[in-house]
């Protein structure tokens, strides 16, 4: 398989172009395989240390990772600020050197604060150690794994990505999630609508390439793909509209519109959930949703990036 | 001892000059400005090619004395100055302790003497701590030596206690230096809100948060009738008030700096903390409307709002790194690129650095080359062209944007009180 990637590390998904994405997709494919197997292990990043640098909570996304290294039989370390020094004043970038110092041969970050990454894989380049880094979420920036693997379930479900409506609903203000996704996606030629109340549409989206929305009714009526986000409270979201009951009349998927839904429309959402307010159960564990098969295949997509930007061996299936 | 600067092109825009002429100074003051080649008993200094101009003077710096000496002291601050072509700065009060009380200032007004570099001219506190809550003991501060008064970095909150100290002011007869900035619009905020702030996803500041403190501080300046001088404008929205105001009859001055004029948000990609200061950098529409407002006399005074900060604030994470970026090495060159590019012509330049800050701050001397003036003269090489390095720099701090970049133009000679430093 080729292994030739044109970016080193994976920050967003702006360095891409159709063809990069689609090589990350087709290796998930392969690596889909081998986690359908009953021995769920093949050798390929063996001797291989992969650091999970967590700075910022994430069960999900870090367990991911985990999985995703082990299975290509790399040593995976998590590293998370609370089992760390950070509580004791150390910056940032004292903790990536001391990392670094340890020689590990890929790292995954996640950060808090927009461009975390980029300045993490600046800094190792400058200090003449360039270790691949991956963003596993910095700020309201970007979360491109959590893009490509929206882009992995969307073209497998419905065969092709190009010339689909995908509709982005809710906090995109405060979401890397939808900023990723609206790169990805119109990258991949399908045309994106956000949704949400105007406080929590961002300046200029439009800028980007989509269409904005304030309508879900409206805005979903010809979506192929329906993509619900989480209300993120803790990024102050909640003083931007007047409570989370009139959010989840207006701006939540529940049953009756989800039934209005084109046919073999998907709803797709990249989780915590909080169910009944952007979305309700019904429709969470409903027949068109795919939020636990985009979890599935997160495992594969991650270990498509570890193989490709870790350089491992030619042998993924052995 | 008398020094005569000969050949140069002197710029004296308070005469209305802009010819070939040898400026004479004699001991610490200007003795005549005469015809080129006039023959006087002085040390000569070849000044051809170059403009003599009265000392430049950047009122709006942060010299970080007392407290925070690992980021700037006074001297460092008034020697970066001087090496930049400025001959006087004023400081704002932002040091810890703040400059609310005359302790302080006596403090800061003894380093620079000691110093012996560019002058220092202190800024007082508007509020006691810069709290925003009670006013400092302004009447004090300015009989210290205080030019003015500002609770600069912070701006003031409470239109009431805005009110006055733009009346208390007035009675003193020093103006109130305001940085108009909403904080409930930019809480948090780390860039400019546009196009730029939603792709890097990056807390955005609306201009609105300057402009309304701009339309509130001019309503207020209205009422009273006090010296309102507005800080660091970055807006069109800013400027067009500040027109409007002035065509009105209002006695407003306002300030921009370099980096309004240079920079813009875009260049915030790559998160680079030198790119980070309040207000923030803004859209190309925004920078357009500063320059016209620097051409067309909305603008009175470019000033660098030099803020050192050492690698402890700025190596981290851009949302959290501290605001500011030095200036006082780059001011010049910077702003004579306005020049260059024809928007502003050599006379006007030497108004917005030079005449227009010493008028409002009321300094004791400056801004212009009358005989018998304080000789304060700075003399630019238009042409000098030189590669920013920061190692190079006399000033502490590190943190500029500018690092690398080729710049034209520079200071050769800087006289203060008569003294070639």
Known sequence: MESALKIKSLLDLEGLDREGITHILDTAVSMKQINERVIKKVPTLKGRTQINLFFEPSTRTRTSFEIAGKRLSADVINFSPSSSSLTKGETTLDTVDNLQAMSPDIIVVRHKSAGAAEMITRHLAARGAPVPVINAGDGAHAHPTQALLDLFSVRDRLGRVEGLNVTIVGDIANSRVARSNIIGFTTMGANVTVCGPPPLIPAQVEKMGVRVSHHLDEAVADADVVMMLRIQLERGAGGRFPSLREYAIRYGLNARRAERLKPGALIMHPGPINRGVEISPEVADGERSIILYQVEVGVAVRMALLYLLCGGGDEITA | ?421
């Open chain 2, 1 to 421: 001892m008398k020094l005569l600067l000969k050949g140069g092109r002197v710029i004296d825009p308070a005469a209305g000059l802009d010819e070939p002429r040898d400026l004479l100074l004699d001991g610490e003051k200007i003795e005549a400005v005469l015809a080129p080649g006039a023959k006087a008993d002085a040390e000569v200094v070849d000044v051809s090619g170059c403009w003599v101009v009265p000392g430049l003077i950047d009122m709006h710096v942060h010299l970080r004395e007392p407290g925070e000496e690992y980021k700037e002291t006074v001297a460092t601050g008034a020697a970066e100055a001087a090496a930049g072509g400025i001959t006087a700065v004023a400081c704002m009060a932002n040091t810890k302790p703040v400059n609310d009380c005359a302790a302080v200032t006596d403090y800061i007004i003894e380093k620079a003497r000691a110093a012996g570099r560019a002058r220092v001219y202190p800024v007082g506190a508007v509020s006691k701590g810069l709290l925003g809550e009670g006013l400092a003991e302004m009447g004090e501060l300015v009989d210290h030596g205080c030019v003015a008064l500002s609770d600069d970095g912070h701006p003031v909150m409470s239109a009431a206690l805005m009110r006055c100290a733009l009346e208390y002011a007035k009675a003193l007869g020093v103006p109130v230096l305001s940085h108009p900035e909403d904080k409930s619009l930019s809480e948090n905020g780390s860039m400019h809100e546009g196009e730029w702030s939603t792709r890097l996803g990056l807390r955005p500041i609306p201009a609105a948060a300057e402009e309304a403190m701009v339309a509130r501080d001019l309503l207020l300046a209205e009422l009273t009738g006090g010296r309102l001088h507005l800080q660091h404008l970055s807006t069109a929205g800013s400027v067009r008030l500040v027109r409007e105001a002035k065509a009105r009859g209002l006695q407003v001055t306002a300030e921009t700096c370099p980096h309004y004029f240079t920079l813009t948000d875009a260049d915030v990609r790559g998160y680079d903390p030198n790119f980070k200061m309040n207000p923030p950098l803004r859209s190309c529409a925004d920078r357009a409307a500063v320059i016209q407002g620097l051409a067309d006399g909305t603008i009175d005074a470019i000033a660098s709002d030099h803020a050192p900060h050492s690698p402890v604030e700025k190596d981290v994470e851009f949302d959290a790194a501290a605001n500011g970026i030095v200036g006082l090495a780059t001011i010049l060159p910077l702003s004579l690129r306005l020049v260059v590019d024809g928007k502003i012509s050599p006379a006007r330049l030497v108004e917005l650095l030079s005449v227009n800050p010493a008028r409002i701050l009321g300094l004791p001397g400056g801004g212009n080359l009358k005989p018998g003036e304080v000789a304060d003269v700075t003399v630019i090489d238009p042409a000098a062209e030189w590669t920013v390095d920061k190692a190079k720099f006399l000033s502490k701090g590190r943190n500029t944007p500018f690092e690398g970049w080729k710049l034209t133009g520079r200071a050769r000679v800087v006289i203060v009180g008569g003294k070639r430093l």
